[in-house]
């Protein structure tokens, strides 16, 4: 259970494997195997598992702890595996990224300053193409007028073990319409952002992600999240509230 843990006092081997693994995705568009953390970190495999089981429990990141490679699955923005969200940079195809959430954030990462980055989706109804370009956190151009954001997992749902299915649940739509379809087809209501919502959404982690090396684990509150989402004005009525 991953929801209400407090804040974590990192670890120096957990700090060292985060910070490497962003800076490795960033250059390569892929996160590193364990030798290849070893090598650029200098932790044995035995401190290179247990801080990723670290990362995993302050949110930072999601790992198959059953595996003995402990097998990185998602450190957001970024997805190991073909995700609905791809980025491209100069045209060229960079990573898959977590989510539609992320697909906002993803530019604000040290490692883009100053690049335009390119974000090819799909509604999640018709899987009509979709996509939007940002730059420094700053959406850009957008292929649909008034493109939204999906939420269809509640809050009390998020984060049980690790935030894999959180980030499954959040995909973007051509507009409410689609959406209302999206939610017949997999029998669950959801929430809808506006992109600027999701941009003050995610503002306070994103700020300092990357940026500060000891920037702190994260605590899921659903009871926090609620009024947060209020503040926003993001109608949480489908939800019951």
């Known amino acids: 259970m991953a929801q209400y843990v407090p804040r974590l006092e990192w670890s120096e081997r957990a700090l060292l494997a985060r910070q490497y693994i962003f800076d490795f995705w960033a ?7 364990l030798r290849q ?7 044995s495999r035995r401190d290179l598992v247990q801080a990723y089981k670290e990362l995993q429990t302050g949110i930072v990141m ?8 402990c097998d990185i699955i998602k450190i957001p923005p970024y997805s190991s595996f073909p995700s609905q969200v791809e980025m491209y940079i ?23 300053a100053g690049k335009e980055v390119r974000l090819e989706t799909y509604c ?60 017949k087809q997999i029998g669950r209501r959801g929430i809808l952002f506006t992109l600027e919502q999701v941009k003050t959404f995610v503002e306070p982690s994103i700020g300092v992600r990357g940026w500060d090396y000891h920037w702190p684990s994260i605590s899921m509150n659903p009871e926090g999240l609620i009024t947060h989402l209020t503040n926003l004005g993001v109608d949480l009525s489908p939800w019951g509230l």
């Open 27 to 33: 250059e390569h568009g892929r996160g590193p195997n």
């Open 62 to 69: 999601v790992v198959d702890q059953d595996s003995p490679n």
């Open 37 to 43: 953390a070893h090598e650029g970190t200098g932790l």
């Open 124 to 183: 999640a109804c018709c899987l009509e193409p979709m996509s939007f370009t940002s730059r420094e956190f700053a959406v850009t151009r957008t292929s649909q007028p008034d493109p939204l954001v999906h939420w269809s997992s509640p809050v009390w749902d998020w984060v049980h073990d690790d935030m894999k299915s959180m980030c499954d649940h959040v995909n973007m739509v051509i507009d409410a319409d689609h959406a209302l379809d999206f939610e």
């Open 90 to 112: 100069d045209d060229r195809f960079h990573s898959f990224i977590g989510c539609a959430h992320e697909a906002v954030a993803v530019s604000k990462m040290p490692h883009f």
